[in-house]
């Protein structure tokens, strides 16, 4: 598994390079439906849009810093101040059963893993795998439709603010490393876990499963090169990792890690990099919406 992982991540060193500048802030909207709250940290595997949690805009650390991280990779450095505009963010991955409206809706092609086009019963608060990055795309803009704003991937950035907070965590959680009480991780379970069953584990937002369990598409490019990310730090919106309308040929980034991996790569700025035409049977994602 480990070398599966350095297949679908940069593991050698990025170039130094200087302190970012401060990141565009987007446009606040009107806020989304939020369904209402439950009592049970779990999603309702009825409801066919995810859940949110808000973040608020202002001002986060990104990457690693080797003095504070002994795990760090040089693609994680420098560790640089990004700030961002508030916006919305999936609480937990999409799930097979919240995907299913959107395939039964459009008639996009299923996971593979599903049976005669249905998600297996015992999986259906599990986080949705076998998707593309386009499969992906096209959920967050059938999800917007139905919301009447816009929805999409969010950025690494964006990711990795929701996953650690303003103060440069390690983990979801703080600086203590991963165990089968905070995430889904090493291979202790075997497979996926329904989102939501690490409530210890949930970020400084509420944000659950960002550590393990899946990966993650995220909108970001990483490069043609899976050895080493062609965009590295500091994070640059305009220098065209934002592109959406890049071909096949380059990787996009995911992040969080996933069941079968180790603590060093369930950290919250470990990146990866993978092709978003394919389908892992490792990776998912979760939505993100500009404003409060």
């Given at each position: 598994?480990?070398?599966?992982?350095?297949?679908?991540?940069?593991?050698?060193?990025?170039?130094?390079?200087?302190?970012?500048?401060?990141?565009?802030?987007?446009?606040?909207?009107?806020?989304?439906?939020?369904?209402?709250?439950?009592?049970?940290?779990?999603?309702?595997?009825?409801?066919?849009?995810?859940?949110?949690?808000?973040?608020?805009?202002?001002?986060?650390?990104?990457?690693s810093d080797p003095r504070q991280d002994g795990l760090a990779r040089s693609n994680e450095q420098p560790q640089h101040r990004v700030r961002l505009g508030a916006y919305r963010i999936g609480k937990y991955p999409v799930t097979n059963a919240q995907y299913y409206q959107f395939v039964v809706a459009t008639g996009r092609e299923p996971p593979g893993h599903w049976e005669a086009g249905r998600p297996p019963d015992d999986l259906l608060d599990h986080p949705v795998i076998n998707v593309t990055w386009h499969d992906a795309v096209a959920y967050c803009k059938w999800l917007g439709r139905q919301l009447g704003r816009q929805v999409r991937l969010p950025s690494e950035a964006e990711w990795e603010k929701a996953a650690r907070g303003t103060d440069g965590w390690v983990y979801p959680w703080g600086n203590q490393p991963p165990n089968d009480r905070l995430c889904n991780f090493n291979m202790n379970v075997g497979g996926t876990t329904p989102v939501g069953r690490y409530p210890a584990g949930r970020s400084p937002y509420g944000c659950y499963d960002m550590a393990g369990n899946v990966w993650e598409w995220t909108s970001s490019l990483w490069g043609k090169d899976v050895s080493k990310p062609e965009f590295s730090y500091p994070y640059d919106p305009n220098d065209g990792r934002e592109d959406m309308r890049a071909g096949n040929d380059v990787l996009r980034v995911v992040r969080g890690g996933s069941w079968y991996l180790f603590d060093d790569d369930v950290r919250c700025a470990v990146r990866g990099g993978s092709c978003s035409s394919i389908r892992y049977d490792f990776v998912g994602f979760r939505v993100m919406s500009p404003g409060l």
């Open positions: 598994m480990q070398e599966q992982w350095r297949r679908y991540a940069g593991r050698v060193d990025a170039a130094e390079v200087a302190p970012a500048s401060p990141l565009p802030t987007p446009t606040v909207e009107s806020p989304l439906p939020t369904p209402e709250p439950s009592p049970v940290p779990r999603p309702r595997i009825s409801a066919p849009y995810p859940e949110w949690t808000p973040v608020p805009a202002g001002w986060f650390w990104m990457g």
